[in-house]
């Protein structure tokens, strides 16, 4: 079967960094996507994996490792505006989307 | 700079309605997608479309048909609103030759069916 976590929820402070994990189980994997979509608002492309290892991309990050089924989108120097949720999505063996629940992510002053 | 544009943001309609929503891209993009997004729950793909004319079934097409007569409009129809299928629903789009296939998603529309 195919499956992709993430947790529901999670709180940081303004200025830090926090780490959002996505986990995953495929037969097939052909890429993994994060996008973030601001309450109200289409979601947004951040980032794409296919290759193990660290893609940065300003104060975003995105890391993958296929052996583990694993990958986590890391946020520095949080800003409010980073308020959002963040989707993790799995493109499978038949290159359709396997989409997680979503990370709902809170930043306090 | 808009680019996906669903046309009605917020929708109330009663059970046994026939329900329309409109999906426009100005990207010149041929794939077009209808997805339902529910608490809790990941998005769910309901139809998509590779070419005009043409569609096709995702995970979740029961109780939905679509409609795609030109490029640039991609329709989601519910011929008769259930109150399951009170939801925001989020047309996408993208271009085949995107190796990675980026969607580009339109604002949403939140059905709400009586």
């Known amino acids: 079967g195919q499956n992709i976590d993430q947790p529901t929820e999670m709180t940081a402070t303004e200025g830090a960094i926090v780490q959002i994990n996505c986990t995953y189980q495929?037969?097939?994997?052909?890429?993994l996507f994060w996008y973030q979509q601001h309450a109200g608002e289409a979601p947004t492309f951040l980032s794409y994996n296919v290759l193990d290892g660290l893609e940065e991309k300003g104060r975003f990050s995105s890391f993958l490792s296929r052996s583990k089924g694993y990958s986590y989108l890391l946020l520095k120097e949080l800003q409010m505006k980073d308020s959002a949720s963040y989707l993790c999505a799995l493109k499978n063996s038949n290159y359709q989307l396997i989409w997680g629940a979503g990370t709902k992510l809170i930043i306090k002053p | 700079d808009v680019k996906v544009t669903q046309s009605s943001r917020y929708l109330v309609k009663r059970t046994g309605e026939k329900v329309f929503l409109e999906c426009v891209q100005d990207?010149?993009?041929?794939?077009m997608f209808w997805y339902r997004q529910d608490p809790g729950l990941g998005l769910r793909l309901i139809y998509f479309?590779?070419?005009?004319?043409?569609?096709e079934k995702g995970d979740i097409p029961e109780g939905y048909s679509v409609s795609r007569e030109k490029k640039e409009r991609f329709s989601l129809i519910l011929e008769s609103a259930s109150t399951n299928q009170t939801s925001m629903y989020l047309c996408?789009?993208?271009?085949?030759?995107?190796?990675?296939?980026?969607?580009?998603f339109g604002a949403g529309s939140r059905l709400t069916v009586l």
């Open positions: 495929t037969s097939g994997f052909n890429g």
């Open positions: 479309s590779y070419d005009v004319k043409m569609k």
């Open positions: 990207m010149d993009h041929e794939n």
């Open positions: 996408a789009s993208s271009h085949p030759s995107d190796g990675a296939n980026v969607l580009t």
